[in-house]
């Protein structure tokens, strides 16, 4: 019986590529916890390592194309069900995450566009992020900015974050969740983080308390989570509204080691090794 369990039972599989953060906050570590804690099944394919500790980065070394390229062709006997890119760190990178994500047509395709780190280093550079524009984002089905990311992302052409959201769908984006976690939208309280999902149908908008304190990853998280409900066969909006949930208690239930930033705690519903 046990057997027939695990050999019949079916989990929703996410393809992750993203930077390794050795930390935990963030990255491969942070979206293989999101995903395993909402129910699915993480596979990890470095784009690049960092040395970094919970304040900020110090360097970021790009992983080769090549080798992306062969642990993606390794990882054929599984069946995914979403992809979840994060930081892509060199344009040999860039150039095997679009090859990979080819290789899976139909399958949902959720972007956390990691242009800066928590603490303030940048992490690209402007051909990176022209590249991106051109040959990543027409894939996309859903791209997770926070406000500078999408201004970024956009240019200088538009100055209000509807008319950006709109300049990343007309390249072929299909939705864009904007999210309030670096900064509240204009005419929004500050005790408020508000996201904002933009389609070519529709919008709706969320409105969370804002949590105290500074953390590092609640990107990463909240688009592995909305990569896995996908991969569970939730609608968009639903997925969106499931992955904030998440989100936002992890970073409620969040861990700071040092005087850095916080890191969020996924696996908060397991107990406590010290309180049992």
Known sequence: ??????????????????????????????????????????LTIPTALTVQDSHDVQRV???????????????AEFDVAAIKVGLIASLDALDAVVEIVGNYPGVPLVVDPVLKAGGGKTLSTAELIDGFRDRLLPL???????????????????????????????LGCQAVLVTGTDAPPPGASPDQVVHTLHTPDNGRQWHWPRLTGDFHGSG????????????????????????????????????????????????WRHPDPWTG
């Open 1 to 42: 019986m046990d057997n027939e369990l695990h050999t019949s039972r079916r989990l929703p599989v996410v393809l992750v590529l993203a930077g390794h953060d050795p930390t935990g906050g963030a990255g491969l570590v942070a979206d293989a916890e999101t995903i395993g804690a909402c129910g699915g099944w993480p």
């Open 61 to 75: 070394l790009p992983c080769r194309g090549e080798d992306m390229r062969a642990m993606a062709a390794a990882l």
């Open 140 to 170: 996309v089905d859903i791209l997770t900015p926070n406000r500078e990311e999408l201004a970024c992302l956009a240019g200088s052409d538009v100055d209000n974050d509807t008319d950006r959201a709109v300049a990343l769908l007309s």
């Open 220 to 267: 990463c998280t909240l688009a592995a989570a909305l990569a896995t409900r996908m991969a569970a066969g939730e609608s968009l909006a639903q997925a969106c509204e499931q992955a904030q949930a998440f989100t936002w208690q992890a970073l409620k239930h969040g861990w700071c080691p040092a005087k850095g930033q916080s890191l969020p705690r996924r696996l």
